[in-house]
């Protein structure tokens, strides 16, 4: 057997970051993909509102007259949840194209889409019109809604993260959350102020139509902003190295995977994020698409009244997202996720407690409790969940981990909550479902490895300036938060690069042991 060469055993063992082997952001190009995922979520949020404040007389108008009121509200109800039961669908079809053909060519798809299916419900003819096929139609335009609303969240946060510096990718990613919540206390306050300021003949008539179209408008401004962008380096690097692979290589996680490989492969992350998008999200819809139906149905208060009062805590909480995100890049994901779980399950009883006080305080601070963990959750899940998966598969995975716990968890609370209320005639027993998937959640992240100021798996480094790469390379034996052969393991690229310089060095008969 060739005894090893003592030289080249030093070479692999000290393999060493170049400082062109680090990403720089193009700040311009930040700020418009910022743009361009946050009116995105802001407008998908912001029909969620809109759907639910105006669910009542959409039931009255695409119902006949002879049907009961609780069936036509139970039908707007069911045509709700119908975007939900579409949205798993879309994450595993679009998260597959943006993983293979590119993460912005399917967020153009997706927010055209939902713009266009928005603004065709404004314009709907109703029962009266139409009669048995506008029930349908509509149906027809929340499944579309649902489905690009699949590839929307994932691709958003999968571009975002991909763009971000390392360093301050929780705070760049919570801006996405932040568009989300603004969307829909932007979708609830418009309903309110057209309610409280015309009559309910002119709301039935065309009013209610208004809102709707709005996304229109809405939807060619973020498309514009989306049209700029390119896609992300990572994305760019991830095509490269699958188009060079051998066909032997096509099966690493360095190329895309199929649904069934994809599973197989992350599993064990799969699981991990639908825990914990559950556990938010049970959180999260039962203070948004919750609590005006407990407010009224449960505590008695007026429609108006109830949807009202949730506005101002939502409009607290989104503009304190970016404070828990930029947390997160200091003290680490795990950390503020911890205290989003532990702070559910301390605080969800008391919370409505509170709520059950009757007094209009103590249900804006029963909110404020259940909007604290909220916060916590959801500003760090838009990093967290795509630094589970490797570039070449994150868009698929982050589709099917995001939208099976959103479709179960998230488009069946209001549901599953009044359900509980229901049969157990207490107003506290949503309290302990907010409780219970918690405690899975916290579970979850115990089992959660810190990403925070760390490269995304299978990326190069990304920083936001040559002096920050400089700095970087110069102290990486040092950087806690970078393991060198990690890298070389996961990014083809860099590997090639090494063995290449290997090879040039062992013909020139240079010493092979990099200098720092």
Known sequence: MEAANPRKQRFFRKRRLKVEDVTVVDDSMLKKAIGGTVVGNLMEWYDVGVYGYLAVIIGKLFMPDTVDPAIQTLFSLGVFAVTFVARPMGGVILGQLGDRVGRQKILVFTLLMMALATFGIGILPDYSVWGVAAPILLVVLKLIQGFSTGGEYAGATTFITEYAPDKRRGFYASLLDLGSYMGFALGAAFVSILQLTLTEDVMEGFAWRIPFLVALPLGVIALWFRSKIEDTPAFKEAQEAAHKASDEA???????????????????????????????????????????????????????????????????????????????????????????????????????????????????????????????????????????????????????????????????????????????????????????????????????????????????????????????????????????????????????????????????????????
Request: proline share 7%; aromatic share 10%; charged share 15%.
């Open 250 to 516: 096509k099966n690493s996680a360095d190329a895309p995977k199929g649904v069934i490989a994809l599973v197989k492969a992350y599993w064990r992350e799969l699981l991990t994020g639908f825990i914990l998008v559950s556990a938010a999200n049970t959180a999260g819809y039962a203070l948004t698409s919750y609590m005006p139906t407990y407010l009224t149905e449960t505590l008695h208060y007026d429609p108006v009244h109830g949807n009202l009062l949730t506005l101002p805590i939502l409009v607290g909480m989104s503009l304190c997202i970016p404070l828990t995100g930029k947390l997160s890049d200091s003290i680490g994901r795990r950390k503020v996720l911890f205290v989003g779980s532990a702070s559910a399950i301390i605080l969800a009883i008391p919370a409505f407690l509170f709520m059950m006080h009757g007094a209009i305080w103590s249900t804006l601070v029963g909110l404020a409790l259940l909007a604290f963990p909220v916060t916590f959750y959801v500003a760090n899940l838009a990093s967290s969940l795509p630094a589970l998966f490797p570039t070449a598969s994150r868009y698929g995975g982050m589709g099917i981990s995001y939208n099976f716990a959103v479709a179960i968890f998230g488009g069946f609370a209001p549901f599953i909550m009044q359900a509980l209320v229901t049969m157990t005639s207490s107003s506290l027993a949503p309290a302990f479902w907010v409780m219970g998937t918690s405690i899975a959640g916290f579970i979850a992240i115990c089992f959660l490895k810190e990403s925070a100021r760390k490269p995304l798996p299978g990326s190069l480094p990304s920083v936001a300036t040559e002096e920050e790469a400089i700095e970087l390379v110069k102290t990486q034996e040092e950087n806690p938060d970078l393991d060198v052969e990690e890298l070389f393991e996961q990014v083809p690229a860099l590997e090639e690069s090494y063995q290449q310089e290997l090879s040039d060095q062992g013909k020139s008969g240079k010493d092979m042991t990099p200098q720092p």
